[in-house]
């Protein structure tokens, strides 16, 4: 595998962590985009300004996850947010009310629509902006 590739699972999946050691790595030509993995070596990074380069996020990079909020006794809705408090707060402008509970699904958990199955990670790419309404789920009984 190629630093490149592995540069685009980081930010696909969301190991921004990762992704700022790649990137620092990278700015210094310690790596280069076309090297094979093997030759990462993050004890060349130099810690410090990794760890500044995460707090002022100069890559502009946000974790969106997804959350599942009850509405009433059958029904849910999905909602993209950065916490579950962004979510909270989404819900409470869009329904004015406050849901019944908010719990964070994975990113990797998979629906059944129309088209066939479609994770809620790639489902995410159809959004331009967050928070963001998902879709909805109606338990039956």
């Known amino acids: ?33 076309d090297d094979d993995v093997s030759k990462i070596d993050l004890e060349q990074a130099d810690h410090q300004k990794v760890l500044m380069l995460i707090q ?9 996850r997804i959350f599942s ?4 006794r059958k029904a849910f809705v ?7 408090d962004e979510a909270i707060q989404f819900y409470h402008q869009f329904f004015h009310r406050t849901p019944l509970n908010c719990h964070e699904y994975p990113l990797e958990f998979e629906l059944n ?6 994770s809620f990670r790639d489902m995410k790419k159809e959004f331009r902006s967050f928070p ?9 009984c």
């Not at 630093?3 to 280069?32: G, N, P, Q, R, W």
């Not at 002022?56 to 969106?64: D, F, S, Y």
């Open 113 to 118: 629509r129309e088209s066939g199955n479609i």
């Open 1 to 33: 595998m190629l630093v490149k590739e592995m540069y685009h699972d980081c930010l696909y999946y969301e190991e921004f962590t990762l992704t700022y050691y790649l990137y620092h790595l990278l700015a210094e030509k310690k790596i280069s985009l």
């Open 78 to 84: 999905f909602i993209y947010a950065r916490s579950e």
């Open 69 to 72: 909020l009850k509405m009433n």
């Open 132 to 140: 963001a309404i998902a879709g909805y789920f109606t338990r039956r």
């Open 56 to 64: 002022n996020n100069v890559l502009g990079i946000h974790k969106t």
